[in-house]
């Protein structure tokens, strides 16, 4: 994918000059997650406290490599990563991160599709992914909700769980349709 951006800004008075802008052409490769970026993607998940605490950390690290993974790359620069495991039973989304100063580039949603395709590859009915429940108030994960909902999930269930790290789990869920 090529981001581009080109601004011509005017300016009010004679001579009538124009100065154009032309912000660098970004490209975002994606690729398959190999052994050589678990490292790379467990420090961009540290680069993300509000998001990851010490124990989400210590589970990633442990749970990032026996998952398959797609990382996003920009200027050969790891800028986000998902992790997942599929089954013909269920896709299961474990880990997802883009780093801060690439939010809102369409990464993440990216990411997901590179999952959701080969879950429905080996014959998922739905790819499911747990993140922090609507009652607890922390804004961060607000914004995780109105991402995974942007991009097709929907709410499934919520539980209640005695981990101060995640007092109440939401589980949402996206139906595939089948591979054709
Ligand atoms: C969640 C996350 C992976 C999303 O990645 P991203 O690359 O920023 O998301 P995208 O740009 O692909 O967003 C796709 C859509 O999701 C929605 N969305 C994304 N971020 C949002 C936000 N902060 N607020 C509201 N909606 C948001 C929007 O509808 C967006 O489409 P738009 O930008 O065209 O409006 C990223 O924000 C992140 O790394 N968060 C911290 C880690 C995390 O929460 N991981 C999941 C733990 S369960």
Known sequence: MHLSAECVEPVDNPPKRRRTIRAMATEIRIRPL???DHEAAVNLARSLPEFFNDQGIDEMTTEIPTESGAVAEVDGELVGFVTWTATPEL???????VRGDHHRHGIGRRLIQVAEDDARR??????QVETLGESVDYEPYDRTRA???SVGFVDLESVLLDNPGMPEMLTLQKRLSKAS
């Not at 896709?91 to 991160?97: E, F, L, M, T």
């Not at 080996?122 to 790819?127: D, E, F, K």
């Open 147 to 149: 991402f995974y909902r």
């Open 34 to 36: 190999s052994p050589a």
């Open 91 to 97: 896709g299961h989304i474990g880990w997802i991160a």
């Open 122 to 127: 080996v014959g998922a009915p739905v790819l």
